[in-house]
């Protein structure tokens, strides 16, 4: 058995999605996926898929806003399936609105889901990460983060995650520990639906109209960006860190 099939990982917002998508793909390559949400019961279909073939997960409950809640989340899995080495920081939320209809709360939850959340979560973790002198960071970032209407919230958010990841691999590097962002671009899941909604678009004309745009003539699926995060967290990828991958079918910046 190879050092990477001995590694924990931890995924979260892992009950659907992209989330989902990327806890399936680590299980597959040898890790235990310890499966976080904020709603335990929803990480079921998620831990099945990966017992069923084979693999070891663990369904955990967590607001990975709150910092007691995380530290409870990241010591369970620690004793429950090991050490976690591997940290993908999928966890996310849409309070879409333009600027002057958008809410302290609307800002306040989208901030401290995708930035307070990363960095408390990377904070439980690096620990366990320094102690094996091998560590895997990966924040899930967004093609939004260049700007987009209507998510003054959401773009803030994203771009500050990019800004973390470049701070957390300078910090963690001599750790053995990388830190790398995956920005994805228009990706089919719930979170693309609620958009659609909130546009007033069905979901399939949504997604037609987006590949328009998109220079592979197609929307993303969530294995797409989970092969993107697998690639970040193997081996073979010890001497890239700090960086943003955009996965969108087409260049952005």
Request: charged letters at 20%.
């Amino acid at each position: 058995m190879s050092t990477t099939e001995q590694r924990v990982a931890i995924v979260t917002g892992a009950a659907r999605g992209i989330g989902a998508a990327t806890a399936v793909r680590l299980a597959a390559e040898g890790r235990a996926v310890a499966v976080l949400d904020l709603d335990e019961a929803a990480c079921k279909d998620t831990v099945d898929t990966i017992t069923a073939a084979g693999g070891r997960a663990l369904a955990v409950g967590c607001d990975v806003s709150d910092a007691g809640q995380v530290e409870a989340a990241v010591e369970r899995v620690a004793a429950e399936l090991g050490a976690p080495t591997v940290l993908v920081n999928n966890a996310g939320v849409l309070r879409d609105n333009l600027l002057f209809k958008m809410s302290d709360t609307d800002w306040d939850t989208v901030m401290n889901v995708h930035l307070r959340g990363a960095f408390l979560m990377a904070r439980a973790c690096q620990k366990h990460m320094v102690d094996a002198g091998f560590g895997r960071v990966v924040n899930l970032s967004s093609s939004s983060a260049l700007g987009n209407r209507g998510q003054a919230n959401y773009s803030a958010a994203k771009a500050g995650l990019q800004g973390f990841t470049k701070t957390l691999a300078i910090e963690l590097g001599k750790f053995g520990i990388t830190a790398n962002a995956v920005a994805p671009g228009f990706i089919a899941t719930d979170m693309t639906a609620a958009t659609a909604e909130r546009v007033g678009m069905g979901f399939e004309e949504f997604q037609a109209a987006a590949a328009t745009q998109i220079p592979v003539r197609r929307v993303g699926e969530p294995a797409d960006i989970a092969n993107a995060i697998a690639f970040f967290t193997g081996d073979a990828a010890g001497f890239v860190s700090g960086q943003v991958m955009y996965v969108a079918g087409g260049p952005l910046n």
